[in-house]
């Protein structure tokens, strides 16, 4: 039977940097002195768990801000960046989402593909 399916797959990339600071005074000097204009404030729980039990308290100061650039459902990447502060710790990431599509023609010619080897049929 012919026909045509759109295949799709997603994959990741995940960077992540982790800087400790002497006191919390000096990330939070760095948190100010970055660039954040394309940056907005958000809320996020994760490392809190793993912060209190490093340290056996809570952090005083939770700060988490993070932009996004490109389309979720952009063949050419999607990345979120984020910048988090517990109290002398700065984390900044960034992850790279990118959906790989194609088409594959089902008893057809040979398949059409966007970002995907050709010559592959079901």
């Known amino acids: ?3 045509l399916d759109k295949v799709t797959k997603a994959t990741a990339r995940w960077d992540e940097t982790l800087i400790v600071f002497p006191t919390s005074k000096d990330a939070t000097n760095y948190l100010t002195a970055m660039n954040k204009t ?32 490109g389309s979720p459902a952009g063949v050419s990447g999607y990345r979120i960046h984020g910048v988090k ?10 992850v790279t989402y990118r959906v790989h599509a194609y088409f594959v023609y089902r008893g057809g010619p040979p ?12």
């Open 38 to 69: 394309a940056y907005s404030l958000a809320s996020e729980e994760s490392g809190i768990q793993a912060y209190r039990k490093a340290t056996g308290h809570a952090p005083k100061i939770d700060k988490f801000i993070v932009f996004s650039e």
């Open 1 to 3: 039977m012919d026909g």
């Open 111 to 122: 398949s059409i593909f966007l970002g995907e080897p050709a010559g592959i049929t079901v």
């Open 85 to 94: 502060q517990l109290d002398n710790l700065i984390k900044t990431s960034m």
